[in-house]
């Protein structure tokens, strides 16, 4: 848990107890009010990240005064918009597509072109829960939004105009991981390694290619 003050500098940090409960020391009234974020340290496939938490409702992200007392829940959210950040941001992971300088021009997958993306899931997500083989539909150059972060088997395929696919290769190459072209390739969501920010998820970049 990170409380600081909202307009002042300053950080105050308070861990949960065994029950997820947390207590603040005693807040400055002189730089009031103070904001509240929560975050979970993990290790995933041997990758450190720091997930913020979600409010139970909006007013977990308002300001406070302590003078007037305050409680703040929060818990994991593993996917919908995320609030207390940043606006347009989600809870799960986003794909980004991206044209690799090394595929020839016959090759390239346009982001304008409809492809298939497929995501199964490689052992639980990053919360422990079983994940959902998911299927979305989405134009290239859109990415994939709010995907349940953890590790995955990916595939994608272009979607013809007569309603037939054509498979894709996809290769993956982040600050996580590298991995060659292939049909399949397995997949790790790019995390942040540092608590204290408002994202959720950095895009993960991937590349196709005919």
């Given at each position: ?109 346009r ?5 298939e ?33 953890g ?45 204290g ?14």
């Open positions: 848990m990170w409380i600081q003050p909202a307009s002042f500098q300053g950080l105050i940090k308070a861990r949960t107890d065994a029950q997820g409960y947390y207590k603040s020391p005693e807040l400055n009234l002189a730089v009031a009010p103070f904001e509240a974020q929560a975050y979970k340290l993990l290790d995933y496939h041997g990758e450190r990240t720091c997930v913020r938490m979600g409010g139970e409702t909006l007013a977990d992200f308002d300001v406070f005064n302590p003078r007037d007392g305050a409680v703040r829940n929060f818990r994991w959210k593993m996917t919908g918009p995320a609030e207390g950040g940043y606006d347009n941001l989600t809870w799960g992971g986003d794909l980004r597509f991206y044209q690799d300088p090394s595929t020839a021009d016959a090759d390239v997958v982001d304008d072109e409809t492809i993306v497929t995501l199964v899931p490689n052992g639980p997500l990053v919360d422990g829960s079983v994940g959902q083989r998911l299927t979305r539909i989405v134009q290239a150059g859109q990415g994939v939004r709010d995907v349940p972060a590790r995955y088997d990916i595939s994608a395929a272009v979607v013809n105009d007569d309603g037939t696919k054509t498979p894709l290769n996809i290769k993956a190459d982040n600050d996580v991981q590298k991995v060659p072209f292939d049909t399949t390739i397995t997949i790790l969501f790019d995390g942040l390694s540092s608590c920010h408002y994202a959720t998820y950095h895009a993960t970049p991937l590349a196709l290619s005919r």
